[in-house]
């Protein structure tokens, strides 16, 4: 049973208790060109880009050509999918600190990202701000590995955002370029020191970066925003559990037992248990049921696209406004007061009966504990003899 005081867990319930709403708001948040941004956004240069993790070690797959390294041609649903070939050799702790650190990575992507851009702008960074802004919206996807990447739409808008347009030298190649530059670059690193037995290690993303262009109409040459908007969204609902793990926080190791949590993710899990005092300030054990991973797994930039609050707040309105249609309500001011009911004053207390009879269990219960107290002292002093 889920633990309901834990807010992480409070909130994947809600997302799951209200699937399709959570779906398909985010659906429009990624979707550009909706609510109350301008239709004219989807003429700016924009990307679908994906950042991988590195390798922390072999692992079964199923590639499109021959057989895993394994010697096998694994099914589809195969469970030893993403999985260790030798968990001896396997980079647990290398993986859980990845994705413990993948927030930051993103944060450090974004920042070198504007640079790239402002480079091959010819311009400064200061200038760039005067000119353009970079708006992303994206969201996290585990691997069946149980590593952690990024699915982002990256858009270059005006300086006041998707109101505004782009200048003219914002091209999607410039863009694609500026995003394989700012990947590779040294700056978009994490650096973790080195913990007892644990070596220093520094993060960067893996070598596998895709980069699209996105169209609004699909045109036979690049992904359409229709498409992208769908893909993104459906990780709305979902977290780690595709890995095995629990879908909330962990108390102790013995919960893996009972749930039946797969091998490979256990590992990642113990992992996270022994980093944990190792690097307290991580709060690597608090965030083991993610794997390590203590981000958001959707985020934007703040010009990027409307909010789930304002969604909210317009269903919320519209919902309202049936209301007062079906219940056939004149228009009022704002401030207007509808008594609807009135209270009246029916007594307090209890009646002459009900308190003599309060009063006898209270005596009661003061006996019985004054007898309770007395026995165990006689026990003490029996036990001194």
Known sequence: MPDLLDPTT?????R?????????????????????????VRDHPRVFATLTAPSFGRVHNRPDHG??????????????LGTALDPA??????????????????????????????????????????????SYGKVAEFQKRGAVHFHAVIRVDGPDGPDTPPPAWATVDLLADSIRAAAAHSYTSVSVPAAED?????????????????KAFGDGSAITEQAVASYVAKYATKAAENTGTLDRRIGELSELDR?????????LIEA????????????????????????????KSR?????????????????????????????????????????????????????????????????????AREALRDQLIEEEW
Request: proline share 5%; aromatic share 8%.
């Open 10 to 14: 409070l909130g994947d319930l809600l």
């Open 16 to 40: 799951v208790a209200s699937a399709p709403d959570y779906h398909r708001w985010h659906e429009q948040i990624r979707r550009t060109g909706r609510r109350d941004i301008p239709s004219t």
């Open 67 to 80: 057989v895993c390294r394994c010697g096998v041609r694994h099914a589809p649903d195969a469970p030893e």
């Open 89 to 134: 050799t396997y980079d647990y702790a290398g993986a859980v600190l990845f994705n413990n650190h993948a927030g930051q990575l993103w944060q450090r992507f974004t920042n070198r990202l504007r640079r790239e851009i402002a480079a091959r702008a010819g311009i400064t960074q200061r200038e760039l701000k005067e000119c353009a802004r970079l």
């Open 198 to 214: 644990q070596p220093a290690r520094t993060f960067r993303w893996g070598t596998q970066l895709d980069v699209r262009p996105v």
């Open 259 to 267: 749930h039946g949590v797969p091998e490979h993710t256990r590992g």
């Open 272 to 299: 996270c248990k022994v980093l944990d005092p190792l690097y307290p300030d991580r709060r690597l054990w608090a965030w083991a049921h993610m794997l390590g991973f203590r981000g958001h797994f959707s985020s």
């Open 303 to 371: 010009r990027y696209s409307t909010t789930l609050g304002a969604l909210r707040q317009a269903r919320a309105d519209y919902r309202a406004a049936q209301e007062h249609a079906a219940l056939g309500l004149e228009d009022r001011e704002p401030d207007t007061v509808l008594v609807l009911a009135d209270w009246q004053y029916a007594g307090h207390g209890h009646t002459p009966g009900e308190s003599a009879l309060a009063a006898t269990v209270a005596r009661d219960l003061q006996r019985n504990r004054e007898t």
